[in-house]
């Protein structure tokens, strides 16, 4: 720890990256810089034909009464009717999902059901904390690259207005003897040792296991390491609420499918998009460290209700089905950094500064090849500090091995339609949502290359290289 509160790393790069203008009224168009493609002649190119979610909305609000499989049957049913795709022609189904509802475990083969699709079209169902549809976009993207399928339905959804809430566990053993008392007075004998204690409920807490410290709490500590200031931290996450406002009244967030809810009107955009002023800001204590933390309602992603879906195939299929692919998704990887100076900040982690130069490297390409960038907002400060960490040479020599820094993504790049902290994070429906983003940004900035990336709970992250097809 003390290593890193000595880490030259240059704290006024993050203020710069999140005082960068508020004010601006455009991004900087992409120039061509080079023809090289990552699409390849004689080998399964794989293409996202189109990717959709449902709005994203606080957890509490209007969904508050549905269900997981709900959300995820909405988005894949809003998939299918955007794309005219014949539901028999999906080979495969893989769905992301963190904090599971056990009557729907295998949330991918239930909302499969409910959407129409055939009883013989397997699904399962994936777990990785905040990438769950990364890594369910990367399985898709293993089994068209592979042969062994030409389409597949990739997701991810997550409900936080009702997660599971457990009965202790002295009442669950309690309850378990019981079933299988054989006796009237076995029973009786069981109920009389019953105290107040075990009634106390277990409530479900975003922690990590094997830490048990609260994502927050590890954001909280890595700002403090990298000298990000709370001014940095809202001034970043007032930028995310403003693009995002912008985005939305341009009409630019073209994923959104409208989800109708069973006696209520239908839901037609993300409710948690609300610019605020710094002042406002400011007056908000800290949420986890107290009283001198700098991680605050305002500068964290809310707890989010949501769902979203990608229909990924061959590019050869697509075209021959009438289909003008979107984006190659040619390379992608998945980073585990259990680094041991880290090890206690693993919780929302450096995993997309490792991610990224991999993934560039495998490649060829650099930094300055991108022109957008879409990054996962867990924590303002979480994010600052993987920009900071990625600008650092004395980061990239002490802590990752290399010879010199990788570089922060310029700012007039990145997040340009708002992020996590303002559209909302969905725990696993978020990496699909950072994939089509990236893919429209692509489109509509004339821009080749796209980079997303992520963190995740375990010190885990994801990084991958979107490009855009040729229109």
């Excluded at 912008?246 to 809810?261: M, P, R």
Aim: glycine content about 8%; hydrophobic content about 45%.
């Amino acid at each position: 720890m003390n290593s890193l509160r000595t880490c030259p790393v240059n704290s006024s790069r993050a203020l710069q990256f999140a005082t960068w203008a508020l004010s601006a009224s455009a991004p900087l168009q992409a120039q061509a810089k080079s023809k090289k493609t990552l699409s390849k002649p004689g080998v399964r190119n794989v293409v996202l034909v189109e990717g959709v979610r449902t709005p994203f909305l606080q957890a509490g609000t209007t969904y508050a009464d549905l269900m997981a499989h709900d959300l995820a049957r909405g988005a894949l049913q809003g998939l299918l009717n955007r794309t005219a795709f014949p539901k028999e022609a999906v080979d495969y189904i893989v769905y992301g999902t963190v904090i599971q509802e056990v009557k729907t475990s295998n949330v991918a083969r239930e909302a499969a059901l409910g959407a129409g699709f055939s009883d013989k079209t397997p699904a399962h169902t994936v777990t990785m904390a905040c990438i769950s549809s990364n890594q369910a976009m990367t399985t898709a993207v293993g089994l068209v690259a592979s042969g062994q399928c030409d389409a597949v339905v990739a997701g991810g959804v997550e409900f936080m207005s009702d997660v599971p809430i457990r009965h202790s566990r002295k009442m669950r053993k309690m309850m378990l003897s019981l079933n299988r008392a054989r006796t009237l007075g076995a029973r009786l004998s069981l109920l009389g040792s019953l105290r107040l204690s075990h009634l106390v409920p277990e409530l479900p807490a975003v922690s990590e296991f094997s830490t048990a410290e609260m994502m927050g709490h590890s954001a909280d500590r890595l700002a403090a390491a990298f000298g990000i200031s709370r001014l940095d931290q809202d001034e970043f996450a007032l930028r995310s609420h403003v693009l995002a406002k912008k985005a939305q009244d341009e009409g630019l967030l073209t994923d959104i499918v409208d989800f109708k809810v069973p006696g209520k009107d239908i839901v037609s955009k993300d409710n948690g998009i609300r610019p605020s002023t710094m002042e406002q800001m400011s007056k908000l204590k800290p949420a986890f460290i107290k009283p001198h933390g700098t991680v605050t309602a305002a500068n964290s992603s809310y707890l989010t209700d949501g769902a979203s879906a990608v229909l990924i195939m061959s590019e050869e299929k697509a075209l021959a089905m009438g289909y003008k692919p979107k984006a190659y998704l040619s390379d992608s990887f998945s980073d585990f950094l259990f680094h041991g100076k880290l090890t206690k900040m693993r919780c929302v982690s450096f995993s997309p500064t490792y991610a990224i130069p991999k993934v560039l490297e495998r490649s060829g390409l650099t930094l300055a090849d991108i022109d957008a960038f879409e990054f996962h907002e867990a924590f303002a400060g979480q994010v600052l500090a993987n920009l900071t960490a990625m600008e650092s040479d004395w980061f990239a020599q002490n802590c990752m091995g290399r010879k010199a820094k990788v570089g922060a993504p310029p700012m007039e790049k990145f997040n340009l339609w708002g992020g996590s902290l303002s559209l909302g994070h969905p725990f696993a429906a978020t990496g699909c949502r950072l994939v089509t983003m990236v893919a429209h940004r692509l489109k509509k900035e004339g821009g080749q290359y796209g980079l997303v990336a992520a963190c995740a709970a375990g010190g885990q992250g994801h990084a991958m290289l979107v490009e855009a097809c040729p229109q």
